[in-house]
């Protein structure tokens, strides 16, 4: 069975060892699902293909210290508070009185309620969720 390392583009970072990305790169592409900075190190043939998620995973060696602390110091919990839509995919968050509502969408369904205290408590959900690429 064919895994994201079988991919031509895995392939092509694997031969160059994975290079190192800067902290500051690795914490925006966690929150921004925006692979720029791997995609920059491979020539536009390599880009042109399918990119596999999993590559991504090769390139995270912060801690999931250094993320938490980077969501409480960006506001993440309030970011996602002001752009909660209920049309978009994803883990969102939403006020149900004074506490927080946590859950995931897709396709217009929302399921996993999980209903949270704290604002840090919600840190640490998006924490495990969002950092599933931690080797850490």
């Known amino acids: 069975m064919a895994t994201y390392k079988d991919n031509e583009v895995y392939r092509f970072h694997e031969k160059m060892g994975f290079p190192e990305i ?79 509502e946590f859950f995931e969408r897709e396709r217009g369904h929302e399921f996993n309620f999980k209903i949270l205290e704290t604002a840090d408590e919600v840190v640490d959900m998006y924490v495990n969720l969002l950092g599933w690429n931690f080797k850490n």
Not at 47 to 64: M, Q, R, W
Not at 69 to 84: A, F, G
């Open 22 to 100: 800067s902290k500051k790169d690795q914490l925006e592409m966690l929150t921004t699902y925006n692979y720029e900075p791997i995609k920059r190190l491979a020539p536009k043939e390599i880009n042109d293909l399918p990119f596999p998620l999993g590559l991504i995973k090769e390139y995270i060696t912060i801690t999931k210290a250094e993320f938490k602390n980077y969501l409480i110091e960006i506001d993440y919990v309030q970011t996602q508070l002001e752009k909660y839509t209920p049309t978009y995919d994803g883990f969102w968050v939403r006020m149900k009185g004074n506490q927080y």
